[in-house]
Structures are given as C-alpha cells and as structure tokens.
C-alpha cells in the first residue's frame, strides 16, 4: 500500500491548516488528506471548522488543533438542506466585512500560536469562497482540495460553455443526446439541479474555479488511472503550477477515522462475519440523498423478495416528509436472519469485508472510490449533483457497475437489478472488472505508483513553502 514509515523528528516542525466544506462528502477527503499528512509526512495539523455540521468531540482526532470559524448560516438555511443555499449562505456571511474580519482574525491568531509548529500553508474547499483573500490578507499561502472527480471539475469548467451551446438547462427531449465536448457525458449526466436556484448555483462554479485558479496547487481525490484524460485536460487548461491526483485518499493513511458526523454501528460487521463470502448486498445512498416514503416502501420490498443478504443504511432522515423511516408491516419477518438494517455503517470496513459482494449506492463519488479500491461491483441509483456523471463513468468507462433501470423506483426493477448483479452471467462480468480495477488501483497506491508519487510531490511543496 502507499502507507510510508514516520519521518524523521526535524519535520514536525512545519503545520497546515485544512478547511473543509462542512458536508460529509467534503468533510472524509479533507480529513483524510489530512491524516496522510500527518502519519506519512509527520505534519501538525490544524482543522477549521464552522458551527454548522462542526464535528463532535468523538469525531475530532486527539493530534488535532480544531478551531471554530463563524459561519452565519441562518437557522432556517440549515434546516432546509439545499445546499447550494447553505454553501451560499455561508460565504456570503464569510465575505461580509464583519465575517471576513473574523475570518481574518481566526487565520491570524492560528499563525501566530507559537506553541505550535510555523504554518506553511493552508488547504481548503475550493467552494469556500471567502478563503483566498482572507488568506493572502494575513500572508498564508493556499491550496485546493477537491472532493469529486476530475470529470466533476471539468463540466463545472465548462458550465459557461454547457449554457452558451444550450445543454444547459436540460430539455427534456435531449437529455440522451451525447455532450461531444464532455465525452461520455450525455446532457442527463451534467452536474445540474433543478430546484436549486441557477444564478446562484452558476456564480458559485464560476467563483470556486476562480478560487481554485488563485492557489499555487489543486489536490483532486482521484487517480491517474481511473481519470488520465480528464487529469490532462484540468493540467491544459487551468493556470496552475501543480495538479495532483494522490487519490484515493482514505488510503494513504492508517487512520482514516476522525472524520464522521454519525456513530457508526460496528455490530454489522459481526454479522457480515456470519455470511459466506461475496453473498451480501450493502445498501446505502450517502450523507443526504433520501427517498420519499413509496420509494422507501418498494425499496424494502425490492431488497426482501431479491432473497439475498443484505446490509441496508437507513439514517433517521432517509424518508422525506417522516421523523424516521416507517417499515412495512411483515417486512422484519420477512427478511429474519437475512436482512440487516443500520443507522450508519463503518462504510470503508464494510466494503473491506469479504461477504460484502455488491454495492448498491447512490454514486456519490467517496463512495464510488470506496468500492472501486475495494474491487466491489456496483447498482447505481443516482439522484442529484455529480452522481449522474459517476454513474456513466463506472457502467461507460470502467464498466464496474450499472445503473438500475430508470424511472419510478419499483420493488421489480430492484429485485431484477439485484438479481443481474449477483447471480447472472453479466454481473459476473462486472465483477471481474470491478477485481481488475482494484488491482489496477492497487498499483497506483505502492511506492512509485502514481498516487504515491503525488502525495510526496505535494509533501515536498508543503515543506518548501
Ligand atoms: N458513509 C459512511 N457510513 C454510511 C454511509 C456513508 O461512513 O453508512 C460515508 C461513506 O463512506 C462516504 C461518505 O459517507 O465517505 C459519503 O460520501 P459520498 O461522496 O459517497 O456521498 P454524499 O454523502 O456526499 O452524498
């Protein structure tokens, strides 16, 4: 693996601070860059953290210096979940004088701690738009993360062009039609979002390519070998000296825990234990997508009539519109001994896990990284965001997975998609590539592989600073 020994004392003599977005889709890869960091390169580490979804002490690394930043996201934003509003919200508030002021403050007074190590630079979300002039006002030079795929980045950098050619906003009558300047996305799979509003959502892209623009390094959680063209295209066409591409990054690290809002259940990992390998099918759709509560209903009864083990995630607001999810009457009898039903689970240790034999996933792309790293094949159900366009990556161009059949979410089609993927000839297939890739991934992680040139390319430019 591309797990490195200590380093020698002298180097923990340097610190960086790591402001994340405060979602956990944003919140595991900066944590995990961050992890890597300190266990490979032996820096000090400090995160920044605002009020709203700021980690809990349980979820707070002990080696770790977190500080609080004043987001002034309104309680009613919060509660609404969208989060292009709440992203907004929260730079708009950042970047008013009083915000950036404190900011400022917050940035300054972390410098100038000389109980720890000297600063040399600071990593934050590329949609935190407060932070380069904050920065450059207090002298901290500053890098990018990015937490969705090079493909991801590359449609925001074409959003103008995706507009001005009329691909945006989708048609209906064009949504299969291909993007020929983003192969293979066809106009369905562009990150879009119907409900959120489009001024904004465009201002922020444009802005946050603009942040990224001002940084002297941009960390992709990716790897060359699942995204080399889009890697060269992002390297052709941004101006910045160094593009890197250390992905993925909960693999870098021996520690990659610290990082989660929710407790997980460990108890499902016993019961995997109980099941022959390959035979599970580990459910789960992220941080935030959610089902209303019919689709909640054909779901249960799609992973009940499959007949195969399952592990199912179904967080306290999986169900839109109920306070918790409501299951149908005779579904716990009917799937006994052979469904299991968690709050939130140990995700990187379940896929890990050798009963585990499919994913069905939303396609948020940590997720998609966890399964492809742990060579699992993949159903796919996509909802919002850049879960369209990973979707077409794992079913188009690594062939690892396949999205289920479109449309009215159905106990049928479910039962059909399970059924393909874990017991006929054509699911085998995936599976095989799906063990091909990991491999192929595998390689990138050892030492000289691309991953791991990437991380010590950027703890050199760190040390440098
Ligand atoms: N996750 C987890 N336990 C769960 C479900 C998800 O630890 O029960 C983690 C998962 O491993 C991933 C993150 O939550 O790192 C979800 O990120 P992703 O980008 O897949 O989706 P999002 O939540 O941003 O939509």
Redesign the pocket.
């Given at each position: 693996s591309g797990r490195t020994s200590p380093p020698p004392p002298q180097q923990r003599r340097r610190r960086v601070v790591v402001f994340p977005l405060p979602?956990?889709?944003h919140i595991?890869p900066m944590l995990q860059l961050a992890d890597a960091l300190h266990d490979a390169g032996g820096l000090a580490i400090t995160v920044l953290h605002t009020a709203f979804n700021a980690p809990g002490p349980a979820a707070r690394r002990p080696e770790f210096q977190f500080v609080a930043v004043h987001d002034g996201v309104p309680a009613d934003v919060a509660a609404s979940g969208d989060v292009i509003d709440i992203i907004e919200a929260m730079n708009a508030a950042m970047e008013a004088d009083e915000g950036s002021a404190a900011l400022r403050d917050v940035l300054a007074s972390v410098i100038a701690d000389e109980d720890r190590p000297s600063v040399a630079c600071m990593v934050f979300d590329a949609n935190l738009l407060a932070v380069p002039k904050a920065a450059a006002a207090v002298g901290l030079k500053t890098m990018v993360l990015r937490s969705a795929s090079a493909a991801c980045l590359r449609c925001l950098m074409a959003y103008p062009m995706l507009h001005q050619k009329g691909y945006l906003p989708p048609q209906e009558s064009k949504l299969y039609m291909p993007v020929k300047e983003l192969p293979p996305l066809r106009v369905r799979d562009l990150f879009y979002s119907s409900w959120s509003d489009q001024e904004k959502m465009r201002n922020l892209f444009a802005r946050s390519i603009e942040a990224t623009n001002t940084s002297s390094c941009l960390v992709i959680n990716t790897l060359d070998v699942l995204e080399t063209p889009e890697l060269e295209r992002i390297r052709d066409e941004l101006h910045i000296p160094m593009v890197l591409a250390p992905g993925p990054l909960h693999k870098l690290s021996c520690k990659s825990t610290g990082s989660?809002l929710?407790q997980?259940d460990y108890d499902c990992i016993k019961w995997l234990d109980k099941h022959p390998p390959e035979s599970v099918l580990y459910v789960?759709f992220?941080?935030?997508?959610s089902l209303d509560a019919n689709e909640f209903l054909e779901v249960a009864w799609g992973l009940a009539t499959s007949g195969h083990p399952f592990l199912w995630?179904v967080r306290a607001d999986s169900v839109r519109g109920l306070d918790g999810p409501d299951f149908p009457n005779g579904f716990g009898a009917t799937v006994e001994g052979r469904g299991k039903v968690?709050r939130?689970?140990?995700?990187?240790e379940v896929l890990a896990h050798g009963a585990v034999g499919g994913f069905w996933t939303?396609s948020?792309?940590?997720?998609?990284l966890?399964s492809i790293v742990e060579g699992i094949p993949m159903i796919c159900s996509p909802q919002f965001a850049d879960q369209m366009m990973n979707t077409r990556y794992v079913e188009k161009i690594w062939g690892v997975g396949f999205e289920i059949v479109e449309g009215k979410v159905e106990r049928g089609k479910i039962d059909k998609a399970i059924r393909k993927l874990m017991e006929e000839r054509e699911g085998s297939e995936i599976r095989e590539r799906a063990k091909e890739l990991k491999k192929k991934v595998a390689e990138c992680l050892k030492t000289g592989g691309s991953s791991h040139i990437a991380i010590d390319t950027l703890m050199k430019h760190i040390l440098s600073m």
């Open positions: 979602f956990q889709g595991n989660r929710r997980e789960s992220g941080s935030l997508a995630v968690v939130w689970a140990p995700q990187q939303h948020g792309w940590n997720s998609t966890e």
